[in-house]
């Protein structure tokens, strides 16, 4: 049974940077694809950005292109999300997410496993 832990959130004001953490356990985890979501009070859960099973390929929603970047050390069984330039509407629940060994999550169906989720709180 995969177990996916996050790590990381807080509070932050408008323009700060996070990194959050998820540590991986049970079976094979460099074999999966991985991601990042979050989930905002009253909005459905979205995408937020995907990484191959090497690392050689990223996918990020629009709306954090460019100030999140998602990475990932197979060695360590964790991937991260670096988050800068942070804004107010940036602020969610942030889950990762573990996918198929062929495809990166880019949608809620392609998820496998869920993280608990960790809170990300941005201050104007």
């Known amino acids: 049974q995969v177990q996916l832990v996050e790590s990381g959130g807080g509070l932050v004001q408008a323009g700060g940077s996070l990194r959050l953490s998820c540590a991986a356990s049970?079976?094979?985890?460099?074999?999966?694809?991985m991601g990042w979501f979050r989930q905002a009070p009253g909005k459905d859960r979205e995408f937020v950005a995907a990484?191959?099973?090497?690392?050689?390929?990223?996918y990020y929603a629009d709306s954090v292109k460019g100030r999140f970047t998602i990475s990932r050390d197979n060695a360590k069984n964790t991937a991260y999300l670096q988050m800068n330039s942070l804004t107010p509407e940036d602020t969610a629940a942030y889950y990762c997410?573990?996918?198929?060994?062929?495809?990166?999550?880019?949608?809620?169906?392609?998820?496998?496993?869920w993280g608990q989720g960790t809170q990300v709180t941005v201050s104007s």
């Open positions: 997410a573990q996918g198929s060994p062929f495809r990166a999550p880019v949608e809620t169906t392609m998820v496998r496993y």
């Open positions: 049970g079976g094979t985890v460099s074999s999966y694809n």
């Open positions: 990484i191959s099973r090497s690392g050689g390929d990223t």
